[in-house]
């Protein structure tokens, strides 16, 4: 006879008439249970196997991660901040190849490396029973201010009152703007590609004149240039 416990209740009660050594409990819950043998020969000699326990478990622990946002960022990213319900808790970076070295979960990881541009990275947890479970988050980082190339006016004298600025980047760019001769930024007018922009000032006075650019791309990194 084979039997099959958990903490409240007889599961299955299996008796055969025939020399059987082993039995197959299926569909089983996650729980504890408790399993034992009774065996009595034909001259009605009885024994029993020790009790033996086993714990079922079958959930994956629960993961989410909090920080870094599908999102793009002008600052490095170097804290990954999550919750988890589990034991140990790691993670790997682009390449999926390297892993951090585990921590208990609820740790945060500090000094953790991004790139410039697309990063995904990919957290682990598990639990007693060696159940897995992972999540993965992809940002975009961009630290780095657009270069600024002014087209014209060039650094010369120009014999009419009709000047055209423009200004192209290597990146596209949300927004730039020019100030002449220290007043307020007049928004220039972008290109197809947010690559170029250009403004035209039609009443431009006599003698000398100055102009700063400036332009921010569209992580929010803003530069400056002077002609």
């Known amino acids: 006879t084979f039997a099959l416990k958990n903490d409240t209740n007889t599961i299955n009660t299996t008796t055969f008439t025939t020399p059987t050594y082993t039995i197959n409990w299926t569909g089983l819950a996650d729980n504890n249970y408790t399993y034992f043998a009774n065996i009595t020969d034909s001259a009605n000699n009885k024994n029993s196997t020790a009790v033996r326990t086993i714990n079922l478990d079958s959930v994956v622990p629960a993961l989410s991660i909090i920080y870094p946002a599908n999102a793009t960022y002008n600052v490095n990213v170097s804290e990954l901040n999550y919750t988890s319900n589990g034991v140990s808790c790691w993670y790997s970076n682009n390449s999926g190849i390297w892993n951090s070295t585990p921590v208990a979960c609820g740790t945060n990881f500090t000094n953790a490396i991004s790139v410039e541009g697309s990063n995904t990275w ?106």
């Open 122 to 227: 990919t957290l682990y947890a598990n639990d007693s029973a060696n159940n897995i479970n992972s999540t993965s988050i992809t940002f975009f980082k961009d630290t780095t201010s657009p270069t600024i190339t002014i087209n014209s006016p060039a650094n010369q004298t120009y014999t009419t009152t009709t000047i055209s600025f423009n200004v192209s980047l290597n990146e596209n760019t949300s927004w730039c703007g020019l100030s002449l001769d220290g007043a307020t930024n007049i928004t220039m007018t972008a290109n197809s590609s947010n690559t170029g922009f250009g403004y035209t000032n039609s009443t431009m006075s006599q003698g000398s004149h100055s102009v700063v650019f400036a332009c921010n791309d569209t992580a929010g990194n803003m530069n400056a240039s002077s002609g």
